[in-house]
């Protein structure tokens, strides 16, 4: 693939997820509004924990194994029969485990009456996740946006249906996303035939090499997990449910910045990994270009949801959650160092280091666990729930410091520092203004803006470029077509 081709194909993957990713997201995101106005704050805090807790089972119900599914099937080592066939073998084994053990789980209160919701949620997830990486490794981009498309509008129909006309609450919110893994997975089965890729004597060589790539992630997964939702657990145990519920609500709105580092890393994990083998220098030129306009973006992404972070609350949310908007800058940080720890992370996927992830995600989880301890009961600054976003964003910060270190040891790419470091003080000074709220705040938030886009003024200008140049290209190929 020459320079102009691997470009070509990051825009054209990311183009394809954009559409079947941020509509589903972008619709998911509004329906915050709808379900602040069926649940009650104690209500919406329990659903989270329990999607929450699925989330953690996931890895460890799968083994990991839908990443060692898309990582061996994208470069086809080994056969996708043999990958498809071992990632539904350790899924199923991991389903018929949990099934076995639910009943003895609903007896620890934590658990209790909804760990039959849990159960439903995390199998079905694993499933779908499956045959949905497998799909995205066979190049299949457009049925995999499709099918994210499907999964959304199923997941918003049978909510309005079991929260607003049968009044399911709980149960009805989890319900609806239960039924529409199951019945995209089923989609895809039929779509795609996947019952040809099953074999019931998978080679022993597919086995060992993919559990030796995916082990590794559970512990990592679990870490990652620890990062990004130990606050919920421990806002609950200090300040009830009640308070877990607006955190939770205010955790939505930041993920329009994961909405959009998450279109593109899903494009570029697959272009990076299309570089595996090449020569270093070549890579280096890449990941350095490719780098550059990410940060910019992220960057400008988390400046756009800090300004109007009142506004945000207030039109998506029922008033009961307002109070939330007061924890959504500081989330906003967190969300971009969590995209710059993703995207230093595709360094560890090209050169199978998954041992390297293990090694800064089990930091970063070690670090949120001391700083939520630390700050969410304290009495400094009345911390309470801003002490869990602020840990959540040192953790963050401190695990892409670590990552970025020893990622370009392996592939020596630019990082950019006086942008990187210009842009992240810019940003504090606008979150010290959206919380504290001075004299002329707004007027604060617009220069924030204008700031970030000067500094980062030259990589939004040679992306753009580059970008016309390839659109321009491929409207001169197909006119020649």
């Given amino acids: 693939m020459d320079r102009t081709d691997k470009y070509k194909t990051l825009l054209n993957n990311t183009f394809l997820i954009s559409i079947g990713t941020f509509g589903s997201k972008l619709l998911s995101f509004f329906m915050v509004r709808f379900y602040t106005g069926v649940l009650t704050p104690t209500d919406y805090g329990t659903a989270d924990l329990i999607v929450q807790t699925a989330n953690l089972l996931f890895p460890l119900i799968s083994m990991g194994i839908t990443e060692s599914v898309f990582r061996f099937a994208l470069n086809d080592p080994i056969g996708r029969k043999n990958v498809f066939s071992v990632g539904t073998a350790a899924i199923s084994a991991g389903a018929l485990v949990l099934t076995a053990v639910s009943p003895f789980l609903s007896g620890i209160p934590s658990f209790g009456e909804t760990m039959w919701l849990v159960a439903l949620y995390t199998i079905t997830s694993c499933y779908h996740s499956l045959c949905a990486q497998f799909i995205r490794a066979q190049g299949k981009t457009a ?46 089965v039929w779509k795609e035939k996947l019952w040809r890729y099953i074999t019931f004597h998978p080679e022993r060589q597919a086995f060992r090499l993919m559990l030796r790539y995916s082990v590794p992630l559970i512990p990592t997964t679990v870490f990652w997990w620890i990062t990004s939702v130990s606050d919920r657990y421990m806002v609950t145990a200090f300040l009830g449910s009640d308070a877990n519920g607006l955190y939770a609500v205010a955790c939505k709105i930041p993920t329009l910045i994961s909405l959009v580092s998450g279109i593109f890393l899903e494009a570029w994990h697959f272009s990076a990994i299309s570089e595996a083998g090449k020569e270093r220098g070549e890579q280096a ?66 050169e199978k280091r998954s041992l390297l992830s293990f090694w800064t995600a089990m930091a970063g989880a070690g670090l949120n666990l001391l700083l939520n301890a630390l700050l969410i009961p304290s009495d400094m600054a009345d911390m309470g729930v801003q002490g869990a976003a602020i840990a959540t964003m040192l953790s963050y910060l401190v695990v892409f410091l670590l990552r970025a270190k020893n990622a370009r040891a392996l592939i020596p ?69």
Avoid at 422 to 445: E, H, K, N, R
């Fill in 143 to 188: 049925l995999f946006a499709g099918q994210g498309v499907l999964n959304t509008a199923l997941v918003i129909g049978m909510n309005i249906l079991f929260l607003a006309v049968f009044q399911w609450g709980i149960t009805g919110y989890i319900c609806s996303i239960v039924f529409a893994d199951l019945l995209c997975s089923l989609y895809l």
């Fill in 413 to 481: 790419f630019r990082l950019y520092k006086k942008r990187l470091l210009g842009s992240f003080a810019i940003l504090c000074a606008q979150i010290w203004a959206a919380i504290d709220m001075p004299t002329g705040w707004q007027v604060m938030q617009g220069g924030a803006l204008l700031l970030i886009l000067a500094v980062n003024g030259k990589a939004f200008g040679s992306s753009a470029l580059r970008t016309a140049g390839l659109l321009s290209g491929n409207l001169k190929r197909r006119k020649r077509e």
């Fill in 285 to 350: 030129r890449f990941f350095s270009q490719i780098w550059s306009a990410f940060l910019a973006v992220m960057f400008l992404a988390g400046s756009v949801i800090i300004a109007f972070s009142q506004w945000e609350i207030r039109l998506l949310s029922d008033p009961s959650y307002h109070e939330a908007w007061r924890y959504i800058p500081m989330l906003s940080a967190a969300m971009i160092f969590s995209a710059f720890v993703t995207f230093m992370g595709s360094v560890y996927v090209v």
